[in-house]
């Protein structure tokens, strides 16, 4: 059975060089007892392999909640699923039960692999959702990369391909401690971070170019930005986690260093209990192009306005005057008393676009997070906050109506 983790040994997994959630991608690392395993089944019969997610905890009291797998390499799509007296897998993925077990603090999953593209190519994450010992919810995840069987036909190739993992490896160790560092050294590290970037790029170019299938896995999960040809997300505002939104934005407050790989992938079905800050972009607020505010409800976009960067800091390109394009067909040219970030403070209401104020049945507005509800207004309460509201058609409508919708969440990102 072999176990993977991030090192010049691990390989075919070029998934290894960057981090998710703060964990070396590959590694079965997580706190209370969390692993992923690919093995190669002993009979050789109509299956090429195993994937294994076993989850423990020390503590009796620990509740477990759900277990979850996903092929990252297919779109971050989920393959199967472990709970309280239901179990799931997916019909089209080449995937089998084998096995299952949970108990209060113990779960494991075990699938046959049947198709050969996903053993030789396979990028795996499993998350479990918990309750620990003292009453909160938790969430421990591992990833697994494609194990070398000895049976693809390129040795020389796989050869190559782990060499460059390699450097790959090096070139983003670098990276993250620039990112890191940057605040104390900020110009100095920002040409090394651009000259560290810029050579990853170029890397996954070539590599790319030889071994397609590998690389695709970045794409589909956002992990290699390009700020010249593609949105890169700079923020994300999650709703009913009782953490402010605005503090997120501003400097951090209230977000973990380590976030869920869920909070910074948009149109994903994996959890997100956090605001997710790329302290890289809004820190270092230089050479933007366009800003994008997104509103999403059940991972499908359904609102969003494009603003002008260029000359702007992270805080006053959020304007009216800025808009360049929106699926508000008003937005550029009616009366507005509020569009800023800031919002109105004494109320809670943060990234704030209002029309008019009439009472709290008839104000009208587009957007709003409401941080709080301090003035009572009945639109924007809540038994949680932040809780995110936005008009649904095309123009702005008034708040306390039938035709405004509650966000999943926000983005932000530039280019």
Not at 15 to 44: E, M, N, W
Not at 199 to 215: A, D, V
Not at 251 to 271: A, M, R
Request: hydrophobic residues 35%; positive net charge; glycine residues 6%.
């Amino acid at each position: 059975m072999t176990t993977w983790r991030c090192s010049q040994d691990a390989i075919l997994s070029t998934v290894c060089v960057f981090f998710i959630a703060g964990l070396p991608v590959g590694s079965t690392v997580a706190s209370d007892g969390i692993s992923l395993t690919l093995s190669t089944p002993k009979d050789r019969s109509d299956h090429c392999g195993y994937l294994t997610c076993n989850h423990s905890s020390q503590a009796d009291v620990t509740f477990f909640n759900e277990l979850k797998i996903y092929n990252i390499a297919n779109n971050g799509s989920m393959i199967a699923s472990l709970s309280q007296g239901n179990h799931y897998v997916s019909t089209e993925g080449g995937f089998d039960l084998k096995r299952k077990y949970l108990r209060n603090s113990q779960a494991s999953l075990q699938l046959s692999i049947t198709k050969p593209e996903n053993c030789l190519f396979g990028l795996y994450l499993c998350v479990v959702d918990f309750i620990d010992e003292h009453g909160s919810k938790q969430t421990n995840t591992a990833v697994a990369g494609a194990e070398d069987r000895g049976n693809v036909s390129c040795r020389n190739d796989r050869v190559v391909l782990k060499a460059e993992k390699s450097i790959l490896d090096s070139l983003a160790r670098f990276q993250k401690r620039l990112q890191k560092n940057d605040k104390l050294l900020q110009e100095k590290m920002d040409r090394g971070l651009n000259k560290t970037t810029s050579l990853i790029e170029t890397k996954m170019e070539e590599i790319n170019t030889k071994y397609g299938h590998f690389s695709q896995a970045f794409k589909d999960l956002n992990l290699l930005e390009d700020r010249n040809k593609e949105w890169t997300l700079a923020f994300r505002g999650t709703p009913f986690i009782d953490k402010a939104v605005y503090e997120a934005y501003l400097d951090g407050t209230g977000i973990p260093f380590d976030v869920e790989i869920g909070c910074k992938v948009i149109n994903s079905s994996l959890p997100c209990y956090n605001h997710y800050r790329n302290s890289s972009i809004l820190d270092h607020w230089k050479n933007i192009k366009e800003v994008k505010l997104a509103i999403y409800q059940n991972n499908v976009q359904v609102h969003y306005i494009i603003f002008n960067g260029q000359g702007s800091n992270y805080l006053n390109w959020f304007s009216q005057r800025r808009v360049l394009s929106s699926s508000w067909t008003d937005i550029k040219w009616k009366t507005t008393n509020y569009f800023s970030i800031e919002g109105l403070a004494s109320h809670g209401r943060r990234f704030y676009i209002n029309h008019v104020f009439s009472g709290c049945h008839l104000d009208i507005g587009w957007f709003s997070a409401f941080d709080l509800n301090r003035y009572r207004c009945p639109y924007h309460t809540s038994a949680s906050y932040p809780l995110m509201k936005y008009a649904k058609g095309s123009e702005a409508d008034v708040w306390n109506g039938p035709n405004i919708g509650v966000a999943d969440f926000f983005a932000i990102f530039v280019k």
